[in-house]
Nanobody, 114 residues
Framework: QVQLVESGGGLVQAGGSLRLSCAASGIIFNIYTMGWYRQVPGKQRELVATITSGGATNYADSVKGRFTISRDNAKNTVYLQMNSLKVEDTGVYFC????????WGQGTQVTVSS
């Protein structure tokens, strides 16, 4: 059974930092492209960042230079370091694993206050 478990969300002031983690089980982690997406009420889920099995990264324009995605294949974990947070970064952040099938975590809430 595939499980993606996010952690690290919370409440932070604008300008602050958070580090999200996503622990994966039930998949051969090191061959999957891993990603972070976020969603706010009334809007579609949007891409934040992805990292391939080879370590290539991709970021939404809105987070470039502020967020960093990384992975530790030994720990089956993907991270999202979020710096210089803005109020508009508020949302539920979901971990995603993609190869042929796509798997999602349950999400973790990030709230950035002004």
């Amino acid at each position: 059974q595939v499980q993606l478990v996010e952690s690290g969300g919370g409440l932070v002031q604008a300008g602050g930092s958070l580090r999200l983690s996503c622990a994966a089980s039930g998949i051969i982690f090191n061959i999957y492209t891993m990603g972070w997406y976020r969603q706010v009420p009334g809007k579609q889920r949007e891409l934040v960042a992805t990292i391939t099995s080879g370590g290539a990264t991709n970021y939404a324009d809105s987070v470039k230079g502020r967020f960093t995605i990384s992975r530790d294949n030994a720990k089956n974990t993907v991270y999202l370091q979020m710096n210089s947070l803005k109020v508009e970064d508020t949302g539920v952040y979901f971990c995603n694993a993609r190869l042929v099938a796509i798997y999602w975590g349950q999400g973790t809430q990030v709230t950035v206050s002004s």
